[in-house]
């Protein structure tokens, strides 16, 4: 009889996992959530089976009229991906924080939403408290204090 393996756990809850690809749990206003910071907060796209408030809202593609039941899971199982929205939230993340959505998107679809939230907890943790840090202000909410949420690494220029 063969030793049956356990899936292996992962800190980031793979329903942080956006439908463009962004890593919810490393957002600042998640942080800021979960860590009770007196500041704008949000508790991820999936949570309450709310869309995606900053795409959908503007989709035009498989999701653009469902109420809170998209067809799509992740926005490459569209029939519009890539779409302007992904490309231009895309092109606003790898100027402002050097990470791109679509790079996400494609190693989700290569991969598996969960081999992505492990390799996301892997480039995220913080070193001192097993935290995560913020993609937006390069923080751990826990060990650092939060003066801003966002604090953009590049320059203003378009893609």
Known sequence: MGVKKMAKSTP??????????????????????VNKLNRSQCAGCRTGNKRCTYLFEKCTGINHSLEGNAKARFCFECDQYPCKEINRMDCRYRQNYKVSIINNLEVI?????????????????????????????????????????VEKNGSEKSC
């Open 12 to 33: 980031i809850d793979e329903r942080l996992i956006a439908p463009c690809g962004m890593n919810c749990a490393i957002c600042s206003n998640y942080l800021a959530y």
């Open 109 to 149: 679809k290569g991969n598996g939403v969960g081999e992505f939230a492990d390799e996301q907890y892997n480039k995220s943790a913080c070193l001192k408290c097993g935290g995560l840090i913020s993609v937006h202000n390069k923080k751990c909410f826990r060990c650092d204090k939060i003066t801003k949420l």
